[in-house]
């Protein structure tokens, strides 16, 4: 079964540096997603991505995130300048057609764990 | 804003059939709802979707009644490897066709116990 795989697995970096957490969605799939989990919380959504723009962003996706589709397979979210409080677990996920049509569920990675020190 | 509430958490044994119960009170009309299952330290995986009525597949069960206020989904005989976090998610379209996200709320921690 095809599956979406996010690089690295574990990424720790100092406060104030640039991160790139990187994902290769499933071939077929249009939307691309990111959420981030802070250990012992709920999933939060942060961005959607469709056709080469973002869709919608909740209020954390501040002007430190940004994110890319550099290629046809790659999807990644860059955290500018890193604050303690980044340090999360992030997923990418995708979708072959918006949700509301059924059948269509998001597929995650299973995350890469971001430790901002 | 479709939210939810389901219970914080529930205690079962193994080869027991478990029905959690998530309440939607606001869904709109073109919305679904979604079930997904978190182990710890991995991304949510989707286990089942319906609109109404009843679904079923190799994994789980989803009960929807005519009003589609409420939903249950239901595992039949556990397995201690059932143990995870269950979240039920509704539709919340964003300001476009193109534009879509899910709003995860705090799930269900189903604990299985031998």
């Known amino acids: 079964e095809p599956e979406v795989t996010q690089t690295p697995s574990h990424q720790v970096t100092q406060m104030g540096q640039e991160v790139i957490l990187r994902c290769v969605p499933i071939?077929?799939?249009?939307?691309f997603y990111w959420y981030r989990q802070i250990l012992g919380q709920k999933v939060e959504f942060l961005v959607s991505f469709y056709n080469n723009e973002i869709s919608e962003k909740s209020e954390i996706f501040d002007d430190q995130f940004s994110v890319e589709r550099p290629d046809g397979s790659n999807f990644t979210l860059k955290i500018r300048s890193t604050k303690l409080e980044d340090s999360a677990m992030y997923f990418c996920?995708?979708?072959?057609?918006?949700?509301?049509?059924?059948?269509?569920?998001?597929?995650f990675g299973n995350g890469t764990r971001l430790t901002v020190t | 804003l479709a939210k939810t509430t389901q219970p914080i958490s529930m205690d079962s044994y193994e080869g027991q059939e478990v029905n959690i119960t998530c309440s939607h009170n606001n869904i709109a009309t073109n919305d679904y709802i979604t079930w997904y299952q978190q182990f710890p330290s991995q991304g949510p995986r989707f286990i089942i979707q319906g609109y109404k009525t009843k679904v079923t597949n190799e994994v789980a069960s989803l009960f929807i009644p005519a009003d589609r206020k409420s939903s249950t989904l239901s595992l039949p005989r556990v397995s201690l490897s059932d143990t995870a976090v269950y979240y039920c998610?509704?539709?919340?379209?964003?300001?476009?066709?193109?534009?879509?996200?899910?709003?995860f709320g705090s799930g269900t921690r189903l604990l299985v116990r031998p």
């Open positions: 071939s077929n799939h249009l939307y």
């Open positions: 996920a995708s979708s072959s057609r918006l949700q509301t049509v059924g059948n269509s569920p998001l597929h």
């Open positions: 998610l509704v539709g919340d379209l964003g300001k476009g066709d193109s534009s879509y996200k899910l709003i």
